[in-house]
């Protein structure tokens, strides 16, 4: 069954910290994109990054780093030198084919990170 | 950049009421969107809908409605509020494009909504 696995539910680091969230997913297609997405207290979700599955290459966004993984399902996000604004909820969604006209997004449950000064 | 606008950041309805939340997108998005959000549970897609009067179910339709007479426009409408159906709902958009799998989602602010 498709799936996606963020088991860290909540996090806590002290400024300037590295901090790792996890992310693993299931699925039966060969054709999937991965996303990440931010949730700051203020409500909006906000997208971070997309992945396809067959781009394994890593990628570096200023702090934000992304490890993607097929051989073990995981695309793990790095938040390096940890700063108060990054206090928020992320995300992890997998795209796959749905039925019809659209594409199934299937969400983690969110891990909820706390940067404290 | 994309702005998607929810009517309402707070509501209080009372239980049996009928209530509207509306979802405003400014860039001609095709594929509009209700979620649900609750502690726990996470993103549960309610309804979506992929053009002007068309619509689909989500994963949780039960108790829900939705309207699209506009493409820039999507209203979730609780036919009759319960208590359980107190929570936080988001509105997204997107454009697929070429390819729906890929294309990210926008979302409002959110509207939090209480029935007593």
């Known amino acids: 069954a498709q799936k996606v696995t963020q088991a860290q539910t909540e996090i806590s680091v002290v400024e300037k910290e590295d901090v790792t969230l996890d992310c693993v997913y299931e699925?039966?297609?060969?054709?999937?994109?991965l996303f990440w997405y931010k949730q700051p207290p203020s409500g909006e979700l906000v997208f971070l990054i997309r992945?396809?599955?067959?781009d394994e290459q890593n990628e570096i966004s200023g702090r934000y780093s992304w490890n993607f993984q097929k051989s073990t399902s995981s695309f793990n996000f790095t938040i390096t030198a940890s700063q108060v604004v990054d206090s928020a909820v992320y995300f992890c969604a997998l795209s796959e084919a749905g039925a019809g006209n659209n594409r199934k997004l299937i969400w983690g449950l969110g891990t909820s990170l706390a940067v404290n000064p | 950049d994309v702005k998607v606008t929810q009517s309402s950041r707070y509501l209080v309805k009372r239980t049996g009421e009928k209530v509207f939340l509306e979802c405003v997108q400014d860039?001609?998005?095709?594929?509009m969107f209700w979620y649900r959000q609750d502690p726990g549970l996470g993103l549960r897609l309610i309804y979506f809908s992929y053009d002007v009067k068309m619509k689909e179910k989500g994963d949780i339709p039960e108790g829900y409605s939705v309207s699209r007479e506009k493409k820039e426009r999507f209203s979730l409408i609780l036919e009759s509020a319960s208590t359980n159906q107190t929570s936080m709902y988001l509105c997204a958009s997107t454009n697929p494009g070429l390819s729906s799998l890929r294309s990210p989602l926008h979302f409002g602010n959110g509207t939090r909504l209480t029935v007593t």
């Open positions: 699925t039966r297609d060969t054709t999937y994109y």
């Open positions: 860039m001609d998005h095709e594929n």
């Open positions: 992945r396809n599955s067959f």
